[in-house]
């Protein structure tokens, strides 16, 4: 029953996806990309436009607890669509798929990879004056991964951020605080906040320097410190419509990942 529960979400959102691409094509878009950024931007695409963004990560990491050595190798490969209803405000549906391998003292213990839960956002930015804008970020999390294998929650779940963004150039800096619920079937916490903050500075026309700091409740039970990261990438517009950009993200405690290294690219139509 729980498969050919997510085999429809999964149907129908696939759908959803491959019916909005269809009609993007031969449509011209404003230019906004956040990525390799945690934290995100007020930028909406405007008006009946869009953006695709495909976004990759490769992860590492290594915890000794009670001398046993665990460690994680995995990745991730995004595919995040933004469709502007009206020019303040974007619709963005996030498909993500996820592989993971960990290792304790050598010996693999789990190899598992799939697709995880899809997002569905609302992005409305409700002020912009003098170089200051603020946008609200509500958002739905839909179990389309399979809890069983760790790609997925079991459980629809929402989250609503906050984004504050000040310009001025060749500065932009962004502010992110939000919060999670993350129902969940695998024993997770329940309530999880997050803070983060990002700088962009524009080095020229077609190159900007990118850093970001965040920290985030852990939604692991049994501990209590909470997973922060520091992060830094380049982003390169090769023309008007289509981004590339890499990053490294690097933990600051030992719940986050040790080490993170992001690329990504950016096409508007």
């Excluded at 190899?111 to 992005?123: I, V, W």
């Excluded at 930015?125 to 790609?151: C, H, Q």
């Excluded at 779940?157 to 619920?181: M, Q, V």
């Excluded at 990261?229 to 590339?244: A, C, K, M, P, R």
């Amino acid at each position: 029953m729980l498969q050919g529960s997510r085999f429809k979400w999964g149907l129908w959102f696939c759908g959803l996806f491959c019916t909005v691409l269809f009609f993007a094509v031969g449509l011209v878009a404003t230019s906004y990309a956040a990525h390799p950024l945690i934290t995100d931007d007020t930028g909406t695409q405007g008006k009946g436009k869009f953006q695709l963004e495909v976004n990759g990560e490769y992860n590492y990491d290594k915890e000794t607890e009670e001398g046993a050595t665990t460690k994680e190798t995995g990745g991730q490969t995004a595919t995040t669509l933004s469709y502007g209803i009206v020019d303040s405000a974007d619709l963005v549906l996030g498909i993500p798929y996820q592989w993971r391998r960990v290792k304790e003292d050598g010996a693999v213990v789990s190899n598992e990879d799939g697709f995880s839960d899809m997002t569905l956002e609302l992005k409305w930015r409700f002020y912009e004056k003098n170089g200051l804008s603020l946008a609200l970020k509500p958002g739905v999390i839909m179990p389309t991964g399979d809890e069983e294998r760790g790609l997925g929650a079991g459980r629809i779940g929402y989250s609503a951020f906050f984004i504050a963004d000040k310009e001025t150039d060749p500065w932009a800096f962004h502010l992110n605080i939000g919060y999670k619920r993350n129902e969940n079937k695998v024993d997770e916490r329940s309530d999880i906040w997050h803070a983060s903050v990002a700088a962009v500075l524009a080095l020229t026309k077609e190159f900007k320097a990118v850093a970001n700091i965040g920290i985030e409740r852990t939604s692991d039970e049994g501990s209590n410190t909470d997973p922060a990261f520091i992060l830094g990438g380049l982003i390169y517009s090769v023309t008007e419509n289509f981004d590339i950009d890499f990053g490294v993200k690097c933990g600051l405690t030992a719940t986050e990942t040790d080490l993170l290294l992001l690329a990504g690219t950016a096409f508007r139509f």
